[in-house]
């Protein structure tokens, strides 16, 4: 898989010409967007990690293959955030969202360590409310032992059940130990097949 950094942007106006499927990967801060990036494209600086929240600030565009757009984007949620500027995020964010004609799929990205949170279940609710597509993936599975991933994820699917008819599809992904490459990378090659620009 061929992989390279495009240019990061302020604003949707600013992307790139909206000429190729693009695939959105969004979730809390630190949750792992960009470790997953570099995971499935096989390139470890490619997307900037950190462990402070907020590294990635703007929205970033990768090319794969010459043929599709992954996009890094900054996480919500960080404590420390100000005000303005989480409103600064939301518009921003929320405009690519809605206004991106190429966008062909969003990965919301939630750590499984933790119990359902407001601010990602809000999140994927206000998706489903303005139909932006999108499927949900649980990171840093090796984080948590075997025994406890089911009982998550039966917790998790129990509280979307209360808003949602059904459990959106969901994958399961280590960025440490590679795992749900391909499930992902499947699942997009098939989104790919049936984009109509
Ligand atoms: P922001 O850009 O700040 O919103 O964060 P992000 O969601 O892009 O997270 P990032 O990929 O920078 O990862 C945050 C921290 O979590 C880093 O220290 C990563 O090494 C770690 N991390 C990410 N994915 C995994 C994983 O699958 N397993 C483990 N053990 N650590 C991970
Ligand atoms: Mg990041």
Not at 71 to 82: E, F, M, W
Not at 135 to 160: A, C, G, N, R
Request: aromatic letters at 12%; a positive charge; glycine letters at 4%.
């Amino acid at each position: 898989m061929k992989a390279s950094f495009v240019k990061s942007s302020k604003q949707t106006q600013d992307c790139p010409k909206p000429t190729l499927p693009e695939y959105a990967f969004i979730g809390r801060s630190n949750v792992g967007k960009s470790s997953l990036i570099n995971m499935l494209v096989a390139q470890k600086g490619l997307a900037k990690t950190s462990q402070t929240p907020g590294k990635t600030q703007l929205i970033n565009h990768f090319l794969i293959d010459e043929t599709w757009y992954l996009v890094d984007l900054p996480g919500y949620g960080y404590a420390k955030v100000s005000k303005s500027a989480r409103a600064k995020w939301d518009k921003m964010i929320r405009a690519y969202l809605l206004d991106r004609a190429n966008l062909n799929g969003v990965f919301v990205l939630i750590d499984i360590r933790h119990k359902p949170q407001a601010i990602d279940l809000d999140f994927m609710y206000w998706l489903g409310i303005n139909q932006v597509p999108f499927v949900m993936v649980f990171t840093k599975l090796d984080k948590i032992s075997k025994s406890q991933i089911k009982p998550s994820l039966q917790h998790y699917e129990q509280t979307m059940l209360e808003k949602w008819e059904e459990m959106p599809k969901y994958f399961l992904t280590s960025a440490e130990k590679h795992t749900g490459k391909e499930a992902l990378i499947t699942f997009i090659d098939t989104l790919n097949k049936h984009y109509h620009a």
